[in-house]
Protein backbone atom coordinates (compact mmCIF):
# COMPACT_ATOMS: atom_id res chain seq x y z
CA UNK A 1 0.00 0.00 0.00
CA UNK A 2 0.75 3.66 0.00
CA UNK A 3 3.30 5.06 2.36
CA UNK A 4 3.56 8.89 3.25
CA UNK A 5 6.46 10.57 4.94
CA UNK A 6 5.71 13.95 6.43
CA UNK A 7 9.20 16.75 7.53
CA UNK A 8 8.97 18.21 10.12
CA UNK A 9 6.72 17.03 12.65
CA UNK A 10 7.02 20.60 14.12
CA UNK A 11 8.42 24.22 12.07
CA UNK A 12 8.64 27.25 14.34
CA UNK A 13 8.96 30.30 12.46
CA UNK A 14 9.11 33.85 12.98
CA UNK A 15 6.30 35.69 11.70
CA UNK A 16 6.50 36.84 8.03
CA UNK A 17 8.85 34.42 7.43
CA UNK A 18 8.29 31.19 4.96
CA UNK A 19 7.41 28.18 6.14
CA UNK A 20 8.22 24.51 3.76
CA UNK A 21 6.58 21.07 4.59
CA UNK A 22 7.85 18.41 2.64
CA UNK A 23 6.00 15.02 2.03
CA UNK A 24 7.09 12.17 0.24
CA UNK A 25 5.15 8.96 -1.57
CA UNK A 26 5.66 5.11 -2.50
CA UNK A 27 2.91 4.60 -5.11
CA UNK A 28 3.82 6.00 -8.44
CA UNK A 29 0.52 5.59 -9.48
CA UNK A 30 -0.86 8.22 -7.10
CA UNK A 31 -2.53 11.04 -8.51
CA UNK A 32 -4.08 13.47 -5.99
CA UNK A 33 -2.13 15.46 -3.00
CA UNK A 34 -4.04 17.85 -0.96
CA UNK A 35 -3.13 19.17 1.96
CA UNK A 36 -5.24 19.75 5.17
CA UNK A 37 -4.81 22.40 8.26
CA UNK A 38 -6.05 21.53 11.15
CA UNK A 39 -6.33 23.91 14.06
CA UNK A 40 -6.33 22.96 17.38
CA UNK A 41 -10.00 21.06 18.75
CA UNK A 42 -10.79 21.79 15.11
CA UNK A 43 -11.56 19.92 12.05
CA UNK A 44 -8.68 19.07 9.85
CA UNK A 45 -9.98 21.33 6.47
CA UNK A 46 -8.49 21.26 2.61
CA UNK A 47 -6.52 24.10 2.25
CA UNK A 48 -4.91 23.06 -1.25
CA UNK A 49 -4.76 20.30 -3.40
CA UNK A 50 -2.80 19.57 -6.47
CA UNK A 51 -3.48 16.98 -9.34
CA UNK A 52 -0.84 14.63 -11.54
CA UNK A 53 -0.50 16.15 -14.26
CA UNK A 54 0.56 19.71 -12.72
CA UNK A 55 3.12 20.93 -11.51
CA UNK A 56 3.09 23.68 -9.12
CA UNK A 57 -0.79 25.51 -7.98
CA UNK A 58 -0.83 28.11 -5.93
CA UNK A 59 -3.40 30.41 -4.02
CA UNK A 60 -2.67 33.62 -2.50
CA UNK A 61 0.47 32.89 -0.09
CA UNK A 62 0.31 29.03 -0.33
CA UNK A 63 1.53 27.24 -3.42
CA UNK A 64 2.11 23.58 -3.53
CA UNK A 65 4.98 21.63 -5.35
CA UNK A 66 4.56 18.25 -6.61
CA UNK A 67 7.71 16.45 -8.45
CA UNK A 68 6.15 12.48 -9.80
CA UNK A 69 9.87 11.61 -10.56
CA UNK A 70 10.73 12.00 -7.12
CA UNK A 71 7.70 11.48 -5.43
CA UNK A 72 7.53 14.20 -3.68
CA UNK A 73 5.62 16.85 -2.69
CA UNK A 74 6.14 20.49 -0.28
CA UNK A 75 3.73 22.83 1.01
CA UNK A 76 4.91 26.45 0.70
CA UNK A 77 3.42 29.17 3.06
CA UNK A 78 5.10 32.51 2.62
CA UNK A 79 4.46 35.88 4.66
CA UNK A 80 3.78 33.42 7.62
CA UNK A 81 0.80 35.27 9.94
CA UNK A 82 -0.32 34.14 13.81
CA UNK A 83 -3.30 32.52 12.43
CA UNK A 84 -1.22 29.87 9.94
CA UNK A 85 -0.20 28.20 13.51
CA UNK A 86 -1.81 24.53 13.25
CA UNK A 87 -1.52 21.41 12.51
CA UNK A 88 -0.49 20.81 8.62
CA UNK A 89 -1.68 17.26 6.97
CA UNK A 90 -0.46 16.07 3.40
CA UNK A 91 -1.83 13.51 1.45
CA UNK A 92 -1.52 10.92 -1.01
CA UNK A 93 -3.76 8.99 -2.88
CA UNK A 94 -4.79 6.80 -5.85
CA UNK A 95 -8.34 8.39 -7.68
CA UNK A 96 -9.64 6.11 -9.76
CA UNK A 97 -13.84 5.64 -10.61
CA UNK A 98 -15.35 5.62 -7.49
CA UNK A 99 -12.31 4.91 -5.60
CA UNK A 100 -10.58 7.52 -3.02
CA UNK A 101 -8.33 6.75 -0.45
CA UNK A 102 -6.18 8.77 0.89
CA UNK A 103 -2.89 7.82 3.19
CA UNK A 104 -2.19 10.97 5.47
CA UNK A 105 1.31 11.85 6.57
CA UNK A 106 1.51 11.95 10.44
CA UNK A 107 1.52 16.01 10.51
CA UNK A 108 3.47 19.25 11.32
CA UNK A 109 3.03 21.25 13.67
CA UNK A 110 3.78 25.02 12.14
CA UNK A 111 4.39 27.28 15.03
CA UNK A 112 4.66 30.78 14.07
CA UNK A 113 6.03 33.66 16.83
CA UNK A 114 4.38 36.81 16.59
CA UNK B 1 -26.20 22.74 4.34
CA UNK B 2 -24.22 20.91 7.45
CA UNK B 3 -22.11 19.17 5.88
CA UNK B 4 -20.46 16.32 7.90
CA UNK B 5 -22.35 16.25 11.44
CA UNK B 6 -21.16 13.64 14.24
CA UNK B 7 -22.79 12.85 17.26
CA UNK B 8 -21.61 12.93 20.21
CA UNK B 9 -19.02 15.14 20.56
CA UNK B 10 -17.17 13.95 23.55
CA UNK B 11 -18.12 10.61 25.56
CA UNK B 12 -16.40 8.82 28.33
CA UNK B 13 -16.77 4.45 28.24
CA UNK B 14 -16.03 2.47 31.07
CA UNK B 15 -13.83 -1.05 29.54
CA UNK B 16 -16.08 -3.29 28.05
CA UNK B 17 -18.99 -0.82 27.34
CA UNK B 18 -20.18 -0.83 23.79
CA UNK B 19 -21.33 2.54 21.83
CA UNK B 20 -22.15 3.59 18.34
CA UNK B 21 -20.39 6.86 16.91
CA UNK B 22 -22.74 8.29 14.62
CA UNK B 23 -21.77 10.33 11.02
CA UNK B 24 -24.35 11.72 8.81
CA UNK B 25 -23.59 13.57 5.46
CA UNK B 26 -26.15 16.02 3.39
CA UNK B 27 -23.48 16.41 0.55
CA UNK B 28 -24.98 13.34 -1.22
CA UNK B 29 -21.42 12.03 -1.22
CA UNK B 30 -20.85 8.36 -1.97
CA UNK B 31 -18.12 7.67 0.03
CA UNK B 32 -17.82 7.57 3.23
CA UNK B 33 -14.55 7.44 6.19
CA UNK B 34 -13.98 7.23 9.77
CA UNK B 35 -10.71 7.68 11.09
CA UNK B 36 -9.26 7.79 14.45
CA UNK B 37 -6.49 10.47 15.60
CA UNK B 38 -3.94 9.49 18.00
CA UNK B 39 -1.08 12.32 19.00
CA UNK B 40 1.70 12.06 16.72
CA UNK B 41 -0.03 9.68 14.46
CA UNK B 42 -2.09 11.47 12.04
CA UNK B 43 -5.00 10.21 10.87
CA UNK B 44 -5.46 6.52 10.56
CA UNK B 45 -8.55 4.89 8.26
CA UNK B 46 -10.61 2.36 10.29
CA UNK B 47 -13.15 1.42 7.94
CA UNK B 48 -14.75 3.54 5.08
CA UNK B 49 -17.47 2.92 2.50
CA UNK B 50 -17.20 3.74 -1.39
CA UNK B 51 -20.69 3.58 -1.79
CA UNK B 52 -24.39 2.44 0.12
CA UNK B 53 -24.14 -0.96 1.00
CA UNK B 54 -20.27 -1.66 0.66
CA UNK B 55 -17.98 -1.33 4.00
CA UNK B 56 -14.17 -2.25 3.51
CA UNK B 57 -11.12 -2.33 6.27
CA UNK B 58 -9.11 0.24 6.73
CA UNK B 59 -5.72 0.45 8.31
CA UNK B 60 -6.74 -0.29 12.04
CA UNK B 61 -9.57 -2.12 11.85
CA UNK B 62 -9.76 -3.99 14.74
CA UNK B 63 -12.19 -4.08 17.47
CA UNK B 64 -14.72 -1.87 15.24
CA UNK B 65 -17.50 -2.50 13.09
CA UNK B 66 -19.49 -0.16 11.06
CA UNK B 67 -22.81 0.25 9.25
CA UNK B 68 -23.60 2.19 6.01
CA UNK B 69 -27.24 2.77 6.91
CA UNK B 70 -28.25 4.76 3.66
CA UNK B 71 -26.32 7.18 1.31
CA UNK B 72 -26.19 10.20 4.14
CA UNK B 73 -25.39 7.76 7.62
CA UNK B 74 -22.23 6.05 8.32
CA UNK B 75 -21.96 4.50 12.02
CA UNK B 76 -18.84 3.24 13.86
CA UNK B 77 -19.47 0.68 16.57
CA UNK B 78 -16.94 -0.31 19.29
CA UNK B 79 -18.77 -3.72 20.78
CA UNK B 80 -16.51 -3.76 23.71
CA UNK B 81 -14.71 -0.62 24.59
CA UNK B 82 -11.15 -0.59 25.52
CA UNK B 83 -8.62 1.63 26.86
CA UNK B 84 -6.44 1.50 23.48
CA UNK B 85 -9.46 2.96 21.95
CA UNK B 86 -9.59 6.35 23.47
CA UNK B 87 -8.85 8.61 20.60
CA UNK B 88 -10.26 11.53 19.19
CA UNK B 89 -12.69 9.81 15.52
CA UNK B 90 -13.67 11.95 12.55
CA UNK B 91 -16.06 10.92 9.92
CA UNK B 92 -15.63 12.40 6.52
CA UNK B 93 -17.29 12.05 2.96
CA UNK B 94 -16.12 12.70 -0.19
CA UNK B 95 -17.60 12.91 -4.14
CA UNK B 96 -15.07 12.70 -5.91
CA UNK B 97 -12.42 14.65 -3.97
CA UNK B 98 -11.32 16.16 -1.33
CA UNK B 99 -12.85 14.75 1.78
CA UNK B 100 -14.62 16.97 4.05
CA UNK B 101 -14.35 16.38 7.68
CA UNK B 102 -16.85 15.88 10.24
CA UNK B 103 -16.31 17.99 13.84
CA UNK B 104 -15.07 14.58 15.25
CA UNK B 105 -15.82 12.83 18.27
CA UNK B 106 -13.29 12.57 21.63
CA UNK B 107 -13.81 9.62 23.26
CA UNK B 108 -11.96 8.32 26.24
CA UNK B 109 -12.12 5.20 27.82
CA UNK B 110 -10.92 4.25 31.22
Known amino acids: GENVEQHPSTLSVQEGDSAVIKCTYS??????FPWYKQELGKRPQLIID?????GEKKDQRIAVTLNKTAKHFSLHITETQPEDSAVYFC?????????????FGRGTSLIVHP | NAGVTQTPKFQVLKTGQSMTLQCAQD?????MYWYRQDPGMGLRLIYY???????DKGEVPNGYNVSRLNKREFSLRLESAAPSQTSVYFC?????????FGDGTRLSIL
Open chain 2, 27 to 31: MNHNS
Open chain 1, 50 to 54: IRSNV
Open chain 2, 92 to 100: AAAGNQPQH
Open chain 2, 49 to 55: SASEGTT
Open chain 1, 91 to 103: AASIVSGGSYIPT
Open chain 1, 27 to 32: DSASNY
